[in-house]
């Protein structure tokens, strides 16, 4: 029986949507299983529409498992699941933008980060860990100031507990300091090939450097 309450201090039903999309995780790692000493992306729908992230890495056994819409509090309850099996070398994470749009404060984000790091660290270890700063986009341009402060709040809590914070935020904004629609898809919120070859070369720097390449 599911606990009343979630380990990220939601309640239970508040998860529930996603059970399905953990269910298929482990039934793909039945059918082929995942490979091993690999780096773990985790997050929200920009990790899982990274459809290029084996090509984009090669040299690195990678394993991904983003679920779109997700809040960080989801890859806080569903860690055991999403970390566990898989014993990783590393952990990159992305989300953070859809708990600033579903209302939560950039104070509550920093937060269900600061209980996801420990619930990593509880089934990885002292792995190395980087967290991808949340993105500007086009389609949420009103949450520019709540996204700044949520990064600047993530940053000093993933200084705190031993964890790269990657800015991709700032690359990703235009000379007029709003998001570049050079990176994004047609929707204005995900990103476009640009984007994810954006993303791979500060994800490939932060790689060599941890010497995971």
Sequence with gaps: MLDQVSPSGGEVAEFIEWQSEIAVFAAIDRLAPPPVDAVLFVGSSS?????????????????????GG???????????????????????????????????????????????VAQARRWAGEVPFAYLSIKP?????????LIRRANALIRTCADERGVDFLDIHSPMLGADGEADPRWFDDDGLHLNAEGYALWTGVVRDWMAKRRLM
């Excluded at 990790?47 to 679920?67: E, K, M, Y």
């Design 47 to 67: 990790i899982r529409l990274w459809h290029t992230l084996a090509a984009d890495f090669p040299d690195v056994p990678t394993i991904n498992r983003g679920f």
């Design 70 to 116: 997700s809040e960080i509090a989801d890859s806080v309850y569903f860690a055991e699941q999403l970390v566990a099996p898989y014993r990783p070398r590393a952990i990159v994470m992305y989300a953070g933008g859809n708990d600033l749009a579903d209302g939560k404060s950039p104070e509550q984000v920093r937060d269900a980060f600061r209980a996801f």
């Design 137 to 145: 986009n086009l389609s949420r341009r009103r949450q520019l100031p």
